[in-house]
C-alpha cells in the first residue's frame, strides 16, 4: 500500500497548512489513519488519528482545537488542517495506516517537511 503525503511548506507563527494524503486504488474501511510528526533526533509522535468508517477523531493536546483531521472516501484522501501554527509544529509529517484489530501502524507515506518561522 502506497500512501502519498504532500503539502508541507514554510509558513509563518498564525498561519495556516494543509497536507494531504493519498490512498489510491484502496480503501481503508477497517483501518485507522493518522499523523505524525517527528524533528531529527525525537521519536515520531502521533498528532491525530481517525477511524475511516466512523470518522471518530484523536488529537494530541499540544494540537486541540487548531488542527483537524479529516477523510474523503470518494477522492481516497486523508487531510490535516493545521491553523494557527506555532513554531513548535515544525517537523517531517508522515500519514499512516492501521487495521482497526492492529496495535501498529503498518502503512506509511514518506512524510512532508513543515517549517513554522517565528
Known amino acids: 500500500v502506497q500512501l502519498q503525503a504532500s503539502g508541507g511548506g514554510l509558513v509563518q507563527a498564525g498561519g495556516s497548512l494543509r497536507l494531504s494524503c493519498a490512498v489510491p486504488?484502496?480503501?481503508?474501511?477497517?483501518?485507522?489513519m493518522a499523523w505524525f510528526r517527528q524533528n531529527p533526533g525525537k521519536e515520531r509522535d502521533i498528532v491525530a488519528s481517525i477511524r475511516w468508517s466512523t470518522g471518530s477523531t484523536y488529537y494530541t493536546d499540544s494540537v486541540k482545537g487548531r488542527f483537524t483531521i479529516s477523510r474523503d472516501n470518494a477522492k481516497e484522501t486523508l487531510w490535516l488542517q493545521m491553523n494557527s501554527l506555532k513554531s513548535e509544529d515544525t517537523a517531517v509529517y508522515y500519514c499512516a495506516a492501521r487495521h482497526f484489530a492492529s496495535a501498529e501502524y503498518s502503512y506509511w507515506g514518506q512524510g512532508t517537511q513543515v517549517t513554522v518561522s517565528s
Open positions: 486504488g484502496r480503501t481503508f474501511g477497517n483501518y485507522y
